[in-house]
């Protein structure tokens, strides 16, 4: 008995699609058709290709320029508006340079050279390490720190701290401001 009816194939593309009669970049070409007598080989699985999930670069590298870093003591209040928290904290001046994503940077702090290395995260937030020689070796010292951007990218808050002995789950107040100078 024969049958006639209609068909209907449905095809789900992930990843970018080819155009019609052209085969995908990286994609096997099509097999040549099978002469009498012989089997076509078996078509391998589809993969689904992974979507890129790193956001692109943000429109401004905010973060790049000269900073004038303060820690401010844990006693204080931590309100830089408040007379005497931001002038008795001595100055770190903190050199930052971004490039998309990842953040590098330098400071001083009297006889101890510092290093930072993070990245910014959508919504301002910019964590990473940081890392200190001093001259006296014995002063030298690494961290973590994480501090949010203020709205107007001048300024952020938020803490340095050395993992084994305190961090944010302590329940410390931001202790680490500063302010863009260029």
Do not use: I
């Not at 702090?109 to 020689?133: I, P």
């Not at 050395?162 to 410390?172: F, I, K, L, V």
């Amino acid at each position: 008995m024969f049958m006639a009816g209609c068909t209907t194939t449905t095809t789900t593309t992930f990843g970018n699609s080819a155009p019609a009669g052209t085969a995908a970049a990286g994609a096997p070409a099509a097999a040549a058709p099978a002469s009498a007598g012989t089997a076509a080989p078996a078509a391998a699985p589809a993969v689904p290709v992974a979507a890129a999930t790193t956001p692109a670069c943000p429109d401004k590298e905010v973060l790049t320029g000269s900073w004038d870093s303060r820690e401010v003591g844990y006693a204080s209040n931590h309100d830089v508006r408040e007379a005497g928290v931001w002038a008795d904290a001595g100055p770190v001046p903190v050199t930052l340079t971004q490039k998309c994503w990842d953040v590098s940077g330098t400071f001083k702090d009297g006889d101890c050279d510092g290093t930072l290395t993070g990245s910014l995260a959508k919504g301002g937030v910019f964590s990473g390490t940081w890392n200190t020689k001093c001259t006296n070796t014995q002063d030298s010292s690494n961290g973590a720190f994480t501090v949010t951007m203020a709205a107007d990218n001048q300024s952020f808050m938020g803490e340095m701290y050395n993992p084994a002995s305190y961090g944010p789950e302590a329940g410390y107040p931001p202790s680490w401001l500063a302010k863009k100078n260029s």
